[in-house]
């Protein structure tokens, strides 16, 4: 399949789920990275008039808040821009008893890296209720197959157009798309804390990560000979750890 097919069939699905949903349009955040900028190309083409991204830095870098306007220009998409830096504070100092005053502060603390996200996921869905919108996920098949996302943060959405992308195809969609060339060759990250990066947290290349899952979805891993067995195990063990990420919430029942 070729990717601008690819992009009309995801535009297509894209227009499909909200409007079988009784939605207006879309709404997502936007980064600044490929994930979000590719997803909000694909809402545009969707929904020209009722597509809204939301920028949200917390101790964000000027340059991704730079680089998710660029894409909004540049495509024509509508944004609203929330500073959410300071209710970070507030609500870390409420739980905590403490001030965040620097973006390095809080690196390897989960508990706390999470909480932007999950801010984010708070104005989404606010925006979602007032405007009749659905809220579009940005997450990909690579990060979601492992669990590379924040439960109930990044990973609270409506729809996914990219589930079923992997990293790598998601990068060639991108350059059919016209995404600019910054922005592809970005180097990713979740922006949780001062020089952290998606790949560093994974523990791998996105190129490798992709191969892996491709070779268990084949079940033939003997086809990535050239990637050491423990890398493969480790990711098989990233996917079954995760599982409950992408489950439904288990409920018991008397029967």
């Known amino acids: ?9 995801i535009s297509e699905w894209i227009r499909e789920r909200v409007t079988e949903a009784g939605a207006r349009g879309a709404v ?6 490929l994930d979000s900028s590719v997803t909000a190309v694909l809402c545009k083409k969707a929904f020209p ?7 949200m830095p917390c101790f964000s870098p000027k340059e991704d808040v730079g680089h998710a306007k660029m ?3 540049k495509f024509g998409i509508a944004i609203k821009e929330i500073d959410l830096s300071p209710i970070f504070k507030s609500v870390l100092n409420t739980l905590e008893g403490r001030a965040y005053d620097e973006a390095g502060k809080g690196e390897g603390d989960i ?10 996921m ?8 007032k405007l009749n919108y659905l809220v579009v996920g940005t997450g990909n098949k690579s990060e979601l197959a492992i669990g590379y996302f924040t439960k109930y943060g990044d990973g609270a959405a409506d729809i996914l157009p990219l589930g079923d992308l992997l990293k790598t195809e998601e990068r060639k969609l991108a350059e059919e798309l016209d995404i600019p060339r910054a922005i592809i060759e970005k180097v990713p990250t979740a922006g949780l804390w001062e020089g952290q990066t998606d ?4 523990g791998m290349r996105y190129a490798d990560l992709d191969a892996i899952i491709a070779a268990l979805e084949r079940d033939d891993v003997s086809s990535i000979r050239s990637l050491d067995p423990e890398v493969v195990e480790r990711v ?19 029967s």
């Not at 708070?122 to 979602?128: E, G, H, K, S």
């Open 49 to 55: 008039e009722t597509t809204l991204g939301l920028i």
């Open 1 to 9: 399949m070729r990717p601008p097919e690819l992009a009309l069939r």
């Open 28 to 33: 997502l955040g936007m980064s600044g990275g």
């Open 111 to 120: 508990a706390v890296a999470n909480l932007k996200p999950r801010l984010r």
């Open 236 to 254: 098989k063990r990233m996917m079954e750890k995760s599982r409950h990420k992408r489950e439904q919430i288990p409920m018991f029942t008397q």
């Open 199 to 202: 790949e560093g947290e994974i």
């Open 71 to 73: 894409i909004a220009s």
């Open 122 to 129: 708070i104005c989404l869905y606010y925006f979602a209720n």
